[in-house]
């Protein structure tokens, strides 16, 4: 069966330091890969989207890596601060569908 | 420009009732889709529509139902309310048609509490 995993325990790390959230999957070929954020209560926002034939995307101080091959996708945060303290979610989209597979999610802690 | 708007942000049903949720999405854009958020199941995706046709759907049972109008704001309802169904519901908007590579923007979601 297809599945989307994240990891489940909250990722705690110091503010400054650079944080890497992975995301597994089984039984997909994605097209697309997109990572969001989602603090409590509010809705998730879409932080990057990397194509299947790219293997690194980079936006201000996250970094997205996609490796088909492992079947992983990297989310990293450099010199983190409090406030990127949240959830983070990844999700996939395969070319035939038009919806979105997420992830249950990583909540990343940061502290000063 | 507005973001993605959805009422209500809050409410409170009885077993065996039927709720209806609205979502506006963003101006210009033409689908939009639904999606379930629970602690034990996560994000699922509920249905999507564009120009008022449904593109595709999740595995929801039929009590779960949507429609869209020719001015891209949609609505769901789901009919004799059980206590699963206690969850936040979040509508998202793009562009075109599903996610294909466009930016999706979420709406900050209706909490459905069923008692």
């Known amino acids: 069966s297809q599945k989307i995993e994240q990891n489940s325990e909250a990722l705690n790390i110091q503010e400054g330091k650079t944080a890497t959230l992975t995301c597994n999957y089984t039984?997909?070929?994605?097209?697309?890969l997109q990572w969001y954020r989602q603090d409590p209560g509010r809705g998730p926002v879409f932080l990057l989207l990397?194509?299947?034939?790219?293997k690194e995307k980079r936006k201000e101080r996250l970094k997205v890596t996609f490796d088909t091959t492992l079947k992983q996708s990297l989310f990293h945060i450099t010199a983190s601060q409090p406030a990127d303290s949240a959830t983070y979610l990844c999700?996939?989209?395969?070319?035939?569908?038009?919806?979105?597979?997420f992830g249950t999610g990583t909540r990343l802690q940061v502290t000063l | 420009k507005a973001g993605v708007t959805q009422t209500p942000r809050y409410l409170i049903k009885t077993r065996g009732q039927q709720v209806t949720l609205s979502c506006s999405p963003i101006s210009g854009h033409r689908s939009v889709s639904w999606y379930q958020q629970t602690p034990g199941q996560g994000l699922q995706f509920l249905f999507e529509?564009?120009?008022?046709?449904?593109?595709n759907k999740g595995n929801f049972p039929g009590r779960f139902s949507g429609r869209q109008f020719s001015n891209s704001r949609s609505e769901m309802n789901v009919s004799t309310l059980e206590l699963g169904d206690s969850a936040l519901y979040l509508c998202?908007?793009?562009?075109?048609?599903?996610?294909?590579?466009?930016?999706?923007?979420f709406g900050e979601g209706s909490w459905l509490t069923v008692v």
């Open positions: 039984n997909y070929s994605p097209a697309y």
């Open positions: 998202a908007s793009s562009l075109g048609t599903g996610a294909s590579g466009n930016t999706i923007y």
């Open positions: 999700a996939l989209e395969t070319g035939t569908a038009s919806k979105l597979t």
């Open positions: 990397i194509r299947e034939n790219e």
């Open positions: 529509y564009f120009s008022e046709t449904q593109r």
